[in-house]
């Protein structure tokens, strides 16, 4: 995994964490399969709504959950603010 692909891994798991398992330590690859896209995503320059629909796509459509849009958007504009 690449210094982004970690970075935004932590970012999924301490900002983002629509299911709330950042404190259960057998968890903490729960995200893992969202970080690819997450990182397309940077790489292309994306905008912060742009990761933002995409992170409420995963936690309503693919998670499941109604999630949080005010946490969403914080995680969003903390991935945007990434330097690649």
């Known amino acids: 995994m690449d210094k982004l692909s970690r970075f935004v891994r932590t970012i999924l798991m301490h900002e983002w964490d629509p299911i709330g398992v950042v404190d259960e330590p057998a968890a903490q ?5 969202y970080v690819s896209s997450v990182v397309r995503l940077l790489r292309r320059n994306a905008s912060v709504d ?3 629909r995409h992170l409420r796509h995963l936690e309503t459509d693919m998670i499941g959950l109604p999630g949080d849009a005010a946490r969403t958007r ?3 504009e903390v991935l945007a603010g990434l330097s690649l």
Request: glycine share 10%; no cysteine.
């Open 74 to 76: 914080r995680a969003a």
């Open 29 to 33: 690859g729960e995200y893992d399969d």
């Open 50 to 52: 742009d990761i933002y």
